[in-house]
């Protein structure tokens, strides 16, 4: 998303979304069609990408708000506009921008496990935990767990997160908050991934943001898209493999095969590149939630 000039006072530019001061306890999150991987952003803008993040977060929270609040406010663009008199927002923002309640945020990242992947199936082949936690034996890249998992990490200012275990979660924001934490985001799980299930999807992990509004634990962030879960069609997963995934894999995979030190400035991404992962993201919204992207706010004819 290019530079505009907007009558608000940006206070965070992250990998993805920009974040503005929108007075009243409030926050326009305006999310944008940059891609990350290994913790570098990309130069080439994936088409739609966040126009996705923005429909699906706005999907979830409306199918869970019975499990944890929300803060969205309005994702109507004629909406936001009325909330806000006298701002003039960009028309591309049409469905990116949300206006959102400030929240009290959780100094940790609320990751839910459901299959052995990524960074949890490295630590395992290690040294057999996940998270510090001792694993049962033999288990395989994408082989579902027993149960759902609740695996938080560190919010690094810079740098990578640190995965770490329930208990020092529980050291960094009070067993309480930890403790409903993770029984909000292991439900939210779960019926995600029965949602994902039925129209054939597997949801392996997911992250959740969650923040106090009125002295509640809420949803904060994106919740459930390809950018902050991993996605598998059921019918392609063979336990000892890497599944084809609806998230950023391909990019990983592609950018892995390149000779790159995983450092600024990345390697131009080709054409074919860019254009499947705008194919996996908008597919991954259309299937799981039953909705057209074109009926989203910002479509283009």
């Known amino acids: 998303m290019a530079a505009v000039s907007v009558d608000l006072r ?11 001061d929108a007075g009243q306890d409030r926050l326009l999150m305006v999310a944008s069609d940059r891609v990350s991987a290994f913790d570098v952003i990309m ?34 663009p004629l909406e936001i506009s009325a909330a806000l008199p006298g701002v003039t ?44 936690t001792t694993m049962p034996a033999g288990l395989r890249l994408a082989d579902q767990l027993d149960e759902p998992i609740f695996t ?36 939210l799980y779960r019926r995600a991934a029965a949602r994902a299930a039925d129209v054939g999807f597997i949801l392996a992990d997911t992250k959740f943001e969650l923040g106090y509004v009125d002295g509640r634990l809420a949803l904060c962030d994106e ?38 030190e995983r450092r600024p400035p990345p390697p131009p991404l080709p054409d074919a590149v860019t254009a499947a992962l705008s194919a996996r993201y908008v597919a991954a919204y259309e299937r799981v939630t039953g909705r057209s992207l ?3 706010y910002g479509a283009t004819a």
């Not at 499990?67 to 994702?75: E, F, I, R």
């Open 43 to 76: 130069a080439e803008p994936i088409t739609d990408k966040g126009r996705v993040l923005t429909a699906m977060t706005v999907f979830w929270c409306e199918e869970m708000a019975d499990v944890a609040p929300g803060t969205l406010l309005a994702v109507d």
């Open 152 to 187: 938080p990490s560190t919010k690094a200012a810079e740098g990578h997160d640190i995965n770490i275990d329930f208990a020092a979660a529980a050291d960094l924001v009070g067993a309480e908050a930890a403790e409903t934490a993770r029984d909000i985001c292991l439900e």
């Open 89 to 132: 927002l960009p028309p591309e923002w049409a469905g990116r921008a949300v206006l959102v309640r400030r929240a009290e945020m959780l100094p940790i990242e609320c990751i839910v496990r459901g299959y052995l992947a990524g960074q949890a199936h490295e630590e395992y082949e290690r040294s057999g935990t996940v998270h510090g």
């Open 294 to 296: 074109h009926d989203w």
């Open 10 to 20: 940006r206070i965070h530019s992250g990998k993805v979304r920009e974040l503005y």
């Open 223 to 260: 919740v459930c898209t390809p950018d902050s879960s991993r996605l598998w069609p059921a019918d392609q997963v063979v336990p000892g493999t890497t599944p084809p995934a609806f998230d950023k894999q391909p990019l990983r995979d592609w950018l892995a095969a390149q000779p790159w």
